[in-house]
Each structure stands twice: as C-alpha cells, then as structure tokens.
C-alpha cells in the first residue's frame, strides 16, 4: 500500500470544487437561446381525459409551445419502458400497461403528466400552465396494494385485470410447507415496509438541446447510469437515433436509485428541444419531486418461521403483496421479485424457503428501487422472524442468531444464491463486544430509575451486491447485461485518463478509481483523472446502482491496468533492449529480472508514442487500453448492526443511544469513503424506521409531499455511529470488493424495530415509529400492567 | 461593479413591478433589474450566475440556499433579491480567499458531505454558527445544523468538523469577520 493506494484513506479529489460552489449540477448550466419547460400535473389521482383546451395558454406572455400526448402519439414517439420482464408462476408475462411520457386518454396518479408548457421563462410557463383548461372524468381511485386486488376495485389499466401485474413465486413449496409439518415452534409475523420518498437534495432535471446542422440532440440530466438513459430513450422510446444522441449526467446530488430511471421529463426536453428548436429545460421543484420522483419499498408481508426442537431454522416462507404504483418505472419489476426473495435466506442455513410475490398496480407513484431496492425489504422480513422467533424460543437473540449461521462456504442457498465468502460469527462476536452487549441489562435498569423504556435490537444482514453476471440476469428476466467498461488512457507525459461506465454521484468515484490506478501503476494520484458521466467520452456502461461500481466497474479498470502492464512491457522491452519475457514492472518501474536495468512508467508511456525503439509493424504505438468485465458471481456483504435506544414512555420520543456497525464489505479501497457511505445508509434505513412515511389519502392524494409533511432525518436524529469491520476478501472479483454503498440503508431498519420492540416487551407497532406511535404503543403496556394487576 | 444580467435573451420581456436593486455579494457590488417577485437565491443563481448556491425546495425547508446577510444565516429562499439592496451578502464562492475557510477545510479533512448538493448550505450554515457560538456541545451543533438537510447522511461528520474548525483557532466571534474582511481584501485587490 502506498499512501495514496488501496486501502489508504485519501481525502477526495473531487472535494475542492463542492466546497467552493464550483460543482456543476444540471440546474447549474446555462445553455444559449434556452427555453423552460413546466408539466401541467394531474391534480387526481384517476380520471379520463376528456378534453384539453389550451387556446387560452398559447396566448400568454412568452409560451413557445405547450405539447400534449396527443402529439407524441403523432411523431410516434413510444411509452417509458419497464425493463425487466417477470412471468407469473403459471408462466404469463407481467401485465404492463402503456406508460406515454404525456398522458394519453387517462391520468393515473397525482402527478401523472397532462402536458408541458415551454416558454422564456419559468414563471411564464408556470403561468401559461394554469390557463390550460382539462375536462376530467374523475374515476375512483385506489392507493393501497391489498384493497386493489380486491374485488370490484378500481381498474387501473385495462390490462390487469385485477391490477395484478404478476403473481410471481420463488422457492420448493412442497419442500418448505413439509418443514413447517415438522417444525417444533413457527413463529410469523405481518410487517409493512413504508413506502419513502428518496428524496435526493438535488431534484431531478434535464436540459435538452437540437444540433440542427448535425441531426444531433444532447441531453444533460440527473441520472446515475447515462449509457442506459441513451440506449433507452433511442431504442425503446425512440426521440432520437442512439448515434446522434449525446446524454451527459454532470455533477449529480445523490441518487439513491431514483435517478437510474428514464422519467417522462427528460424525454419531453430532448424530443420538445427539435419541435421548439431552442433548449429546453426542465428542474422538478420539490413538490413534483415527492410527487413524481419514483417511490420505494411499499410492501405488506405476511412471513413465517419455523423451527426444530433445538432452536435451528429448518424453513422460511413469505407472502408478499408489492404496490407498483400506476405505471411500472425502469427496473420497478426485479425489486420486489428478484432483488428481494432470493435474500430471504439472510446470512442463516435455512433448507427450505418459499416466496410468493404479487406486484400491483394503484393510483399512486411508480415505485422502483431506492437505495437497497428489494433487499431492505427481505432483510426486514428475516432479521424481524429470527428475532421475533428467539424472543418465543427464550433465547438470546445473538446466541439464536449465531446458532443459524451459514458457516461453511461456497453455501447455496434454496433460493437462487451461492454465498462465496463470509464469516458471519466473527462480524456478530466483534459487535457485541463494541457495543458491550454484556453491559446492557445495566443500562437497562439505570433507564428504567429514570423511567425510560431502554431495548436493544440486532441485525445480521445480507445483500447480494456487484450485479450481476449478465447471464445469470438474463435468465432471470433482465433486458440488459449488468458488465461495466473501462478504458485506460496513458497519455505521452505518463498522467492518466481512466474513462469508466460507472457514474459518481457522491461516491467518490475520482478518488477511490484514481486510488487503484495509482495502486497498480504507482503513478501519483494527482496525475490519475476518471472521466464519467458523458456518453460521447465513455463508450459504453451501465451506470452505478446495487453497490456495484466498485465490485464491477473498478474490476473493468483492473483488467484494463493489465491490459496497459502487459503493453507496457513489451515498449520496456525494446527500450531495454531485452527479451519481453524478462521484463518485471513493480512500484511504477519496469526492470529486467535480475539486473538493476529499468525505466520508468512515464518513460515507458513516452516511448510508446515516439516509437522510435521499435518497429511500427511489430508493435502497434500508443499505450491505451479497454475492458468489459462481466462479474462470475453477486458479491455478498454482510455484517452485524446493533441498536441501542431509549424510549420515553410519556412522550414517544425514541433516542438512539449507540449504534454499532461491523460490516464485511470485502478488500477496502477507502476507509474513509466507506465509513462515510455508512453512515448515510444507516441515516436512511433509521429514518424509514421513525420517521419517514409517503401517505397517499384514499382519494389518492400526496399528504407527504413537502419536507415539512415527510419527516427527514436530520442532524439532531443520530448519534455518532461505531464503525467496525472484518475482512473476507470476495473471491468473486479480481479486487477481493464487496460492496458498501447500501448496507446501512439495509441493515438498520430492522435494527431499529427490533429494539423498539425490545424496549416495549412486544411487537405491536409499524414503521415508521413516530413519537405518536411509540406513545401509544407504550401505553399499551401501561394497559397490560393495570390489567396484569 | 461588474456587468450584470448575462442572459439578457431570457429577460427580453420586460418584467412588471420591476425594480432596480444593487447587491452587494461577496464584497462586490451588482446593479440589476429584477421583478419584484424575484427570490434572492434566483438572482444569484439565475441573474449573477453564482450557482454555488443550490435551491433544494425552494420552500424554506432544507437550508441549501443558506447563505450569509449582514452576519446572519438566512435561505435566501425565503428573501426577496429587492429586500436585501445595500445588505452585506456572502455566498459559498465568497468564503475561500486563497486560502479555503477553515470550516471548507474541516469538511474536506471529516469527510463532511458525499454529493456536495447540500455542501455549500451545510457550510455557510456552520460558519454563521459558530460565529453565533452556538457550538458549546455536541447536542447544541446538532440542534442548531437541524435546518440543513443531507440525505447522504452525513451528520456525524458535519458535527466533528465543525468541532475540528473550532479547534483549529477559528475563534467563533472572528470566524464571519475573518471571511468578511477576506472579501473584502480581495475585492480591493481587484479594483
């Protein structure tokens, strides 16, 4: 390791220009001749279009257009896409409805798109907006999964006929329902997972540009994955040819999955950008963000254990009910069939699982993948059942826990996974002693002399990270390969350029990529540059979501460094005048083996454009080289988060005391990134477990829809977290990486319960645990106290 | 004085209840019509181009738009560009001199922030409290920095870093002075 290497905890590159106002966020570029576009919204959340009138619009102050769907249906430009195909256990495909960028006959929710306004000015479109007259024929309107699948409930698109999209399974029924014949104790349980808002503090935006002269278009937007944007808005959607289209995601503030997707937005700005023939340009405020940004989670789920007479698991099933929102968003489909009960087995050796799954159409958001996406929600399942189970079994929930454990690996699980590598026990026996698991029934009586309700709750998560093998995704339903690119350029002087398909959105991406190239070719880091972001620098990539950009996009970096060594050595060669086989490259040196003869990178890259040492025709000048990596397996963080907390029993407030985190997440390039990355995960998995809610009212408006309705988590919420790790390298990639960017997000929902519950002495209370909440869930105890007496 | 209102194709209509304000930012002074419904966040982003000051909600709600007015922290959300003629203002591109502000500094060295949107916000916010001396404790930064979203979550570290700029000689009563007069100077060294 070298002070700038892997491992080292190198402040980031990209650093200066965020804390000096001179990042460049979509909002932040000014285009030439620019227009601004405002979408006139559905204000319900179901309803025929009956007519729209926007004679009275077109005459206002500085309108350039107002386009509706009638006119996408005109240039034939098609719907958003889902993709990611799922059939049902009878084999159907999933019932996908039409999903236009401009509503097209109906609205489906609060939020859906009628129309778009592009004028000089924002206010002027504002304005021009709300003289548009639309007729509705205002429909009932459905919000909530399980009553839409009911009969006689309001049809949200014709093709699903019981607003079932599909009714997926996964698992040996026959298998699992024999273990819970012969099971000593089950225990089950009924959870909902909230549905959040993700809520990145930069909204969403776009800019969409013409190029008149070449046929070109240019998209400048919030995304996480721009390769994906452009392969989708050309192939699927079709505003514009894939060659002449140029998507730049810059600077981007967060994502958190909500900016993999391609939305109705951005395609309006490229394709109204021809139509006007000025930019057009778009930013959500932030009610249309909590509107129309795609929602998370959203699952109610009846969940089952059982277990034989010592207290060993031998069987898992689960019934899911997953709201989809009106349309199905991008990736909306695999979250809560193939990111979620393939991770049902947690980190324990359970023989048998079943999980069958119902993805439902309602009058609200599209719901997708937020931060965790799928494997939140199994996590949730798993780590509230073992705890649950071993509060009935009377056994300490660790020592149940560890009972369970997988421990020998490579470990299949009944549910599609090989575990590679871990070492769960470790990771548990580590956070117990950090968070002086021995010292709490203490702090638990000095609580309850002050009269504070104080628990502790565990959580031994996994996820299934670095996705995924493109084979294996193929098979699973998924429309794309989920490899990544790179491609390494030396330039003449020796600094490098590293172009990457994976996107840096608060990741640091500029440091920890620079840190492996400074790693393998001991070149100062100052001389490294990563380039992402912008489709016309980068060939190809898939973008940065699932916590894969180190597992799979620094492993295409690594083969694309050994491509350029390889190369290297043979330039050495002749510049040493010595056999290639001889040539040795170590600490930014190329020596011949066994002498002390040598040469320098930057020499050597040097050598490689002059090509004066050797024959053109032998060896090809130039020192530059690309990779695809496809990954051979998902990678599997796991790792123990303990939570500590207080309730106070007369006013609900729950104070999180300690937190413990010891997470495996593989080779660290950064520990200091990581440990970052770790907090915010568990910043977010704490907010969804007490405060964060998206509430639709049952005439399916938003009630959450400012920050002063959607409780954030904020800065007075957390306490300082410990942080500690262990180490199994994966041996499923070329680096030993894990993964890190979602584990708390996974890990400390169910934590966070499991303490509650702890502190309460029983289970009956949802997230999110607000004060109101907690408050009457402990003077349900209060009420079993008085009864007890 | 600096030519003002770059983009004057967007602001060929001549707004109604316009008015002429000058703003002083960063030690500058800016002469420039604005209507009268003009937020002072849109003038800086929309009219002078300083985009380091980030609009999150536009609403009040979570203080990326904190900058600085006449030593108080202020969304400039929530202001008018005409309320505030004459008013010392300082944004995120005002504060570094050079040299970056110690609290710039303790956010980079406590790996304070992952996406930077709420960056500037979080500093300008730190800076005009620890001017305040509202940092006696832990508890007293974490309450005070509550106005300030980060949804990458980064609060543990915002905490130590503001503590760390305090520790490292940035006297809470000269911090604001201190970026004052450092804009000051430089805005004379241009002239």
């Given at each position: 390791m070298t002070g700038t290497g892997i491992g080292a905890p190198v402040r980031r590159k990209e650093d200066q220009r965020f804390i000096t106002g001179a990042g460049r966020y979509t909002d932040d570029l000014s285009r030439p001749g620019q227009a601004h576009a405002y979408f006139l919204r559905s204000p319900h959340a179901h309803a025929k279009i009956l007519s729209i009138d926007t004679a009275a619009a077109r005459a206002m102050?500085?309108?350039?257009?107002?386009?509706?769907?009638?006119?996408?249906?005109?240039?034939?430009?098609?719907?958003?896409?889902?993709?990611?195909?799922?059939?049902?256990?009878?084999?159907?495909?999933?019932?996908?409805?039409?999903?236009?960028?401009?509503?097209?006959?109906?609205?489906?929710?609060?939020?859906?798109?009628?129309?778009?306004?592009?004028?000089?000015?924002?206010?002027?479109?504002?304005?021009?907006?709300?003289?548009?007259?639309?007729?509705y024929e205002v429909l009932p309107?459905?919000?909530?999964?399980?009553?839409?699948?009911?009969?006689?409930?309001?049809?949200?698109?014709?093709?699903?006929?019981?607003?079932?999209?599909?009714?997926?399974?996964?698992?040996?029924?026959?298998?699992?329902?024999?273990?819970?014949?012969?099971?000593?104790?089950?225990?089950?349980?009924?959870?909902?997972?909230?549905?959040?808002?993700?809520?990145?503090?930069?909204?969403?935006?776009?800019?969409?540009?013409?190029?008149?002269?070449?046929?070109?278009?240019?998209?400048?937007?919030?995304?996480?994955?721009?390769?994906?944007?452009?392969?989708?808005?050309?192939?699927?959607?079709?505003?514009?040819?894939?060659?002449?289209?140029?998507?730049?995601?810059?600077?981007?503030?967060?994502?958190?999955?909500?900016?993999?997707?391609?939305?109705?937005?951005?395609?309006?700005?490229?394709?109204?950008?021809?139509?006007?023939?000025?930019?057009?340009?778009?930013?959500?405020?932030?009610?249309?963000?909590?509107l129309s940004d795609a929602h998370g989670r959203d699952h109610a789920t009846h969940a089952e254990l059982a277990m034989d007479e010592n207290g060993k698991i031998i069987g898992l099933r689960a019934q899911t009910i997953a709201n989809l929102g009106a349309y199905l968003s991008t990736f909306s489909s695999s979250v809560p069939t193939y990111l979620y009960a393939p991770l049902l087995s947690g980190s324990y050796d359970i023989p048998a699982i079943y999980a069958e799954v119902d993805g439902v159409y309602t009058n609200t958001a599209p719901v997708d993948a937020y931060r965790g996406a799928g494997r939140p929600e199994a996590t949730f399942v798993v780590e509230r059942l073992v705890e649950v189970a071993a509060r009935e079994l009377g056994m300490d929930p660790a020592k149940f826990r560890k009972r369970n454990y997988v421990k020998r690996f490579p470990h299949q699980t009944p549910v599609i996974m090989t575990y590679d590598a871990g070492d769960y026990g470790a990771s548990m026996d580590k956070a117990l002693e950090l968070a002086d698991y021995k010292g709490f029934s203490r702090r638990k009586r000095e609580s309850a002399r002050r009269g504070?309700?104080?628990?502790?709750?565990?959580?031994?998560?996994?996820?299934?990270?670095?996705?995924?093998?493109?084979?294996?995704?193929?098979?699973?339903?998924?429309?794309?390969?989920?490899?990544?690119?790179?491609?390494?350029?030396?330039?003449?002087?020796?600094?490098?350029?590293?172009?990457?398909?994976?996107?840096?959105?608060?990741?640091?991406?500029?440091?920890?990529?620079?840190?492996?190239?400074?790693?393998?070719?001991?070149?100062?880091?100052?001389?490294?540059?990563?380039?992402?972001?912008?489709?016309?620098?980068?060939?190809?990539?898939?973008?940065?979501?699932?916590?894969?950009?180190?597992?799979?996009?620094?492993?295409?970096?690594?083969?694309?460094?050994d491509k350029v060594i390889v190369k290297g050595k043979k330039v050495a060669a002749h510049v040493l005048e010595a056999a290639e086989a001889d040539i040795e490259f170590k600490d930014g040196k190329f020596t011949v083996a066994g002498t002390d003869r040598g040469v320098g990178f930057a020499d050597v890259a040097l050598q490689a454009y002059i090509a004066h040492k050797f024959s053109g025709q032998d060896l090809e000048p130039g020192l530059k080289e690309g990779a695809f990596y496809d990954p051979t397996n998902f990678t599997f963080p796991a790792g123990v988060h303990i939570c500590e907390l207080e309730i106070d029993p007369d006013t609900g407030v729950t104070t999180i005391e300690r937190w413990t985190a010891v997470d495996d997440f593989g080779v660290i390039i950064n520990p200091m990134i990581v440990e970052g990355q770790v907090h915010g995960g568990i910043a977010q998995g704490v907010g969804q477990a007490l405060h964060e809610g998206a509430i639709y009212d049952e005439s399916g408006q938003l009630v959450t829809a400012s920050f002063m309705d959607y409780r954030m988590p904020r800065a007075a919420d957390l306490p300082s977290f410990q942080v500690g790790m262990t180490v199994t390298p994966c041996p499923s990639n070329p680096l030993g990486i894990k993964g890190c960017g979602e584990a708390g997000a996974i890990a400390a929902p169910a934590a966070v319960m499991n303490a509650i519950t702890d502190a309460l002495g029983h289970e009956d209370i949802a997230m999110p645990a607000t004060p109101q909440a907690v408050w009457r869930a402990a003077q349900k105890n209060a009420a079993m106290r008085v009864a007890a007496e | 004085?600096?030519?003002?209102?770059?983009?004057?194709?967007?602001?060929?209509?001549?707004?109604?209840?316009?008015?002429?304000?000058?703003?002083?930012?960063?030690?500058?002074?800016?002469?420039?019509?604005?209507?009268?419904?003009?937020?002072?966040?849109?003038?800086?982003?929309?009219?002078?181009h300083l985009t380091g000051t980030k609009k999150g909600c536009g609403l009040g709600q979570c203080g990326a738009c904190t900058i600085i007015v006449d030593g108080r922290r202020v969304v400039s959300c929530l202001t008018l560009a005409v309320m505030n003629q004459g008013k010392e203002i300082t944004t995120i591109e005002g504060l570094a001199n050079g040299a970056l502000h110690p609290v710039q500094q303790a956010f980079i060295e406590h790996d304070a922030f992952q996406c930077g949107y709420c960056t500037p916000g979080q500093i300008m916010s730190a800076v005009g409290l620890i001017q305040e001396g509202r940092t006696r404790s832990d508890d007293e930064i974490r309450e005070n920095m509550s106005g300030n979203l980060c949804r990458c979550g980064a609060y543990t570290n915002i905490v130590d870093a503001i503590k760390d700029a305090i520790a490292h000689g940035l006297d809470p009563r000269e911090a604001m002075t201190q970026a004052v007069e450092a804009i000051a100077q430089d805005a004379g060294r241009e002239a």
């Amino acid at each position: 390791m070298t002070g700038t290497g892997i491992g080292a905890p190198v402040r980031r590159k990209e650093d200066q220009r965020f804390i000096t106002g001179a990042g460049r966020y979509t909002d932040d570029l000014s285009r030439p001749g620019q227009a601004h576009a405002y979408f006139l919204r559905s204000p319900h959340a179901h309803a025929k279009i009956l007519s729209i009138d926007t004679a009275a619009a077109r005459a206002m102050p500085g309108v350039v257009a107002i386009l509706t769907g009638d006119d996408l249906a005109a240039d034939k430009i098609g719907g958003l896409i889902c993709g990611w195909m799922i059939h049902s256990k009878d084999g159907s495909p999933m019932k996908a409805g039409p999903h236009p960028a401009l509503a097209q006959g109906k609205v489906r929710y609060v939020g859906d798109h009628v129309a778009v306004v592009i004028a000089d000015t924002y206010a002027q479109a504002r304005d021009a907006a709300e003289a548009i007259e639309v007729a509705y024929e205002v429909l009932p309107a459905v919000v909530d999964a399980r009553a839409a699948q009911k009969a006689g409930a309001p049809q949200v698109h014709d093709v699903a006929d019981d607003n079932t999209v599909f009714r997926w399974h996964l698992g040996d029924k026959a298998s699992t329902d024999a273990a819970f014949a012969r099971a000593a104790h089950v225990t089950k349980i009924d959870l909902v997972n909230n549905r959040l808002v993700p809520n990145p503090m930069e909204p969403r935006a776009a800019v969409g540009e013409y190029d008149p002269g070449n046929e070109s278009y240019t998209l400048f937007t919030t995304s996480q994955n721009p390769h994906v944007a452009r392969l989708v808005l050309s192939a699927f959607i079709g505003v514009a040819p894939e060659h002449k289209l140029r998507v730049i995601a810059p600077d981007v503030g967060g994502g958190f999955g909500s900016k993999i997707f391609i939305y109705a937005e951005e395609t309006v700005c490229v394709w109204a950008a021809r139509k006007v023939g000025r930019p057009v340009r778009w930013t959500s405020d932030r009610t249309e963000a909590f509107l129309s940004d795609a929602h998370g989670r959203d699952h109610a789920t009846h969940a089952e254990l059982a277990m034989d007479e010592n207290g060993k698991i031998i069987g898992l099933r689960a019934q899911t009910i997953a709201n989809l929102g009106a349309y199905l968003s991008t990736f909306s489909s695999s979250v809560p069939t193939y990111l979620y009960a393939p991770l049902l087995s947690g980190s324990y050796d359970i023989p048998a699982i079943y999980a069958e799954v119902d993805g439902v159409y309602t009058n609200t958001a599209p719901v997708d993948a937020y931060r965790g996406a799928g494997r939140p929600e199994a996590t949730f399942v798993v780590e509230r059942l073992v705890e649950v189970a071993a509060r009935e079994l009377g056994m300490d929930p660790a020592k149940f826990r560890k009972r369970n454990y997988v421990k020998r690996f490579p470990h299949q699980t009944p549910v599609i996974m090989t575990y590679d590598a871990g070492d769960y026990g470790a990771s548990m026996d580590k956070a117990l002693e950090l968070a002086d698991y021995k010292g709490f029934s203490r702090r638990k009586r000095e609580s309850a002399r002050r009269g504070k309700l104080r628990g502790i709750g565990f959580s031994s998560y996994i996820e299934a990270c670095g996705i995924a093998p493109s084979q294996a995704v193929g098979s699973l339903g998924a429309g794309v390969g989920l490899w990544e690119s790179a491609e390494v350029r030396v330039n003449p002087t020796g600094s490098i350029e590293v172009l990457t398909g994976s996107h840096s959105h608060g990741q640091g991406h500029e440091t920890t990529f620079a840190q492996l190239v400074c790693d393998r070719l001991g070149v100062p880091i100052e001389n490294v540059i990563i380039v992402h972001g912008d489709t016309d620098k980068v060939q190809f990539g898939m973008g940065t979501y699932g916590s894969r950009s180190g597992a799979v996009g620094m492993s295409a970096i690594a083969k694309a460094i050994d491509k350029v060594i390889v190369k290297g050595k043979k330039v050495a060669a002749h510049v040493l005048e010595a056999a290639e086989a001889d040539i040795e490259f170590k600490d930014g040196k190329f020596t011949v083996a066994g002498t002390d003869r040598g040469v320098g990178f930057a020499d050597v890259a040097l050598q490689a454009y002059i090509a004066h040492k050797f024959s053109g025709q032998d060896l090809e000048p130039g020192l530059k080289e690309g990779a695809f990596y496809d990954p051979t397996n998902f990678t599997f963080p796991a790792g123990v988060h303990i939570c500590e907390l207080e309730i106070d029993p007369d006013t609900g407030v729950t104070t999180i005391e300690r937190w413990t985190a010891v997470d495996d997440f593989g080779v660290i390039i950064n520990p200091m990134i990581v440990e970052g990355q770790v907090h915010g995960g568990i910043a977010q998995g704490v907010g969804q477990a007490l405060h964060e809610g998206a509430i639709y009212d049952e005439s399916g408006q938003l009630v959450t829809a400012s920050f002063m309705d959607y409780r954030m988590p904020r800065a007075a919420d957390l306490p300082s977290f410990q942080v500690g790790m262990t180490v199994t390298p994966c041996p499923s990639n070329p680096l030993g990486i894990k993964g890190c960017g979602e584990a708390g997000a996974i890990a400390a929902p169910a934590a966070v319960m499991n303490a509650i519950t702890d502190a309460l002495g029983h289970e009956d209370i949802a997230m999110p645990a607000t004060p109101q909440a907690v408050w009457r869930a402990a003077q349900k105890n209060a009420a079993m106290r008085v009864a007890a007496e | 004085m600096l030519e003002v209102d770059k983009d004057r194709a967007r602001h060929a209509v001549q707004p109604q209840h316009a008015f002429l304000v000058t703003l002083k930012v960063n030690g500058e002074e800016h002469r420039l019509n604005v209507d009268a419904r003009t937020t002072l966040l849109d003038a800086l982003r929309d009219r002078l181009h300083l985009t380091g000051t980030k609009k999150g909600c536009g609403l009040g709600q979570c203080g990326a738009c904190t900058i600085i007015v006449d030593g108080r922290r202020v969304v400039s959300c929530l202001t008018l560009a005409v309320m505030n003629q004459g008013k010392e203002i300082t944004t995120i591109e005002g504060l570094a001199n050079g040299a970056l502000h110690p609290v710039q500094q303790a956010f980079i060295e406590h790996d304070a922030f992952q996406c930077g949107y709420c960056t500037p916000g979080q500093i300008m916010s730190a800076v005009g409290l620890i001017q305040e001396g509202r940092t006696r404790s832990d508890d007293e930064i974490r309450e005070n920095m509550s106005g300030n979203l980060c949804r990458c979550g980064a609060y543990t570290n915002i905490v130590d870093a503001i503590k760390d700029a305090i520790a490292h000689g940035l006297d809470p009563r000269e911090a604001m002075t201190q970026a004052v007069e450092a804009i000051a100077q430089d805005a004379g060294r241009e002239a």
